[in-house]
């Protein structure tokens, strides 16, 4: 199993900044396809961005350009970089991990471990 906590959630102003970070421990086999979702109440939970275990990333349309998936294998950690914040990226930001990738889909059911969440919220 895995554990995963996320941490760098805020406030911030439209064009501004934050990086989520997301502490993961438990076996390592849950690592090989991590992700980032997000949600906002009534909605379904949407795939930000996610990395497998070559390095191959895949990210939503609305973040692509703008938002960038990195680990770092050394800290047991995943880590989200937020450039260029819009209003509409407000929401609660999820870690998930699971053993593998799904090949041609990024969706939530696709992934069993998951974080608590942690909220990012971008005023105009």
């Known amino acids: 199993q895995v554990q995963l906590v996320e941490s760098g959630g805020g406030s911030v102003q439209a064009g501004g900044s934050l990086r989520l970070s997301c502490s993961v421990s438990?076996?390592?086999?849950?690592?090989?396809?991590m992700g980032w979702f997000r949600q906002v109440p009534g909605k379904e939970r949407e795939g930000v961005a996610r990395?497998?275990?070559?390095?191959?990333?895949t990210y939503g349309e609305d973040v692509k350009d703008r938002f960038t998936i990195s680990q770092d294998n050394a800290k047991n950690t995943l880590y989200l970089q937020m450039n260029s914040l819009k209003p509409e990226d407000t929401a609660m930001y999820y870690c998930?991990?699971?053993?593998?990738?799904?090949?041609?889909?990024?969706?939530?059911?696709?992934?069993?471990?998951w974080g608590q969440g942690t909220q990012v919220t971008v005023s105009s």
């Open positions: 998930a991990a699971d053993l593998f990738c799904v090949v041609g889909r990024f969706r939530a059911v696709d992934f069993r471990g």
């Open positions: 438990g076996s390592r086999y849950w690592r090989s396809c």
């Open positions: 990395i497998d275990s070559g390095g191959g990333t």
